[in-house]
């Protein structure tokens, strides 16, 4: 499975590129801090996830610290899509290194 540390996702999106951001954390903290123009569905969700993600579409899974991401992203690998990156770090690494003034908790 492919990774992508934050400052690379910052670069990709400032590059105008613009993969589908999938943000796996529970609505509640969703609600606290998220990257902007992701999409919040949560992990017990996980079968929304599969009707509502393009399994050719570049996908990027965002959590907290990126172990809940890593887990989705191995998921969604093993239904068949073929271009999932997990986030490193999750907001909790975007917030230190990318976004200083985004909440952290």
């Given at each position: 499975m492919k990774s992508i540390t934050p400052t690379g996702l910052k670069a990709k999106l400032d590059a105008g590129e613009?993969?589908?951001l999938l943000d796996v954390r529970e609505a509640w903290e969703f609600a606290l801090c998220n990257i902007k123009g992701s999409t919040n569905i949560s992990l017990s969700n996980i079968e929304q996830m599969q009707t509502e993600i393009n399994p050719d579409e570049e996908?990027?899974?965002i959590c907290h610290h990126g172990m809940?991401?890593?887990q989705v992203a191995n998921y969604l690998e093993g239904q068949g899509?073929?271009?999932i990156t997990n986030l490193e770090g999750g907001v909790?690494?975007?917030a230190r290194t990318?976004?200083?003034d985004m909440a952290q908790y």
């Open positions: 613009n993969p589908f996908t990027v899974v809940r991401s890593f899509y073929k271009n909790d690494a975007w990318v976004d200083a």
